[in-house]
């Protein structure tokens, strides 16, 4: 692979002959196929879920479609969800607006993943190549100034949210507290009370969330 390509990978089970063909006519993208655990598409630090819209409304109805989105918000990796297809694709389904809406309010909002619309295989492969110029470049700034990105602690910020009534506010305020999350989870109801927003209640709601 030459040194100035952008590798992007893709699941070996992944048969969109139009993405792949449209990727390849990207001198500067090196497609490589491999095994994908998750996603069916792998750009540096992020792997992309592509599913198109009758998929979508399939894996809703049948019940498959949240176990598969907390696979994806448990990743090591940074998560997206690429959408594909019109509402015509799914004129024939039975099912509400609303239930569609919600379903994708609840994955943007609660499991904190990215939702990417395109409208065909050709403006998905657009959207792939825009991805992995823009997360190259990202790469190769942070690699000159030395920043890192902050995964370790939007994962912590995540595990906290799991918590009763602990939102993304508090969880910011329990980590800067307790410094890791293992401390929070050790910590007696006492010492959760000294961080503003938790009463006695919430506290004793936290330690039996994680005692059992």
């Known amino acids: ?3 100035d390509k952008i590798p992007l990978f893709y699941d070996d089970r992944e048969h969109a002959e139009t993405i792949l063909y449209e990727l390849s006519l990207h001198e500067d993208l090196s497609l490589i ?3 994908l655990k998750l996603g069916d598409y792998q750009l540096n630090d992020w792997l992309i879920e592509r599913k198109t819209l009758p998929d979508l409304v399939q894996s809703l109805c049948d019940g498959r479609l949240f176990a598969q989105v ?3 918000a448990t990743s090591a990796s940074y998560t997206a969800l690429l959408i594909e297809g019109c509402t015509q694709d799914i004129a024939d389904y039975q099912i509400r607006r609303e239930a569609l809406i919600g379903a994708l309010c609840s994955i943007s909002i609660n499991f ?3 939702i990417l619309r395109s409208l065909s295989q050709t403006e998905t492969a657009k959207i792939l190549y ?3 110029t823009q997360l190259n470049r990202r790469e190769n700034e942070l ?3 030395g920043r890192k990105p902050k995964r370790k602690k939007n994962q912590q910020l995540f595990i906290l949210q799991s918590l009763p009534e602990v939102g993304p506010k508090l969880a910011s305020r329990l980590l800067y507290h307790f410094k890791n999350i293992e401390a929070v989870f050790t910590a007696p109801e006492e010492a959760l009370i000294r961080v503003k927003g938790i009463g006695k209640e919430k506290a004793r709601k936290i330690r039996e969330a994680l005692t059992g």
């Open 112 to 114: 904190h993943i990215p």
């Open 130 to 132: 825009f991805c992995a």
């Open 1 to 3: 692979m030459a040194a």
């Open 143 to 145: 690699t000159l100034t």
């Open 33 to 35: 196929k491999k095994r």
């Open 70 to 72: 907390a696979r994806l």
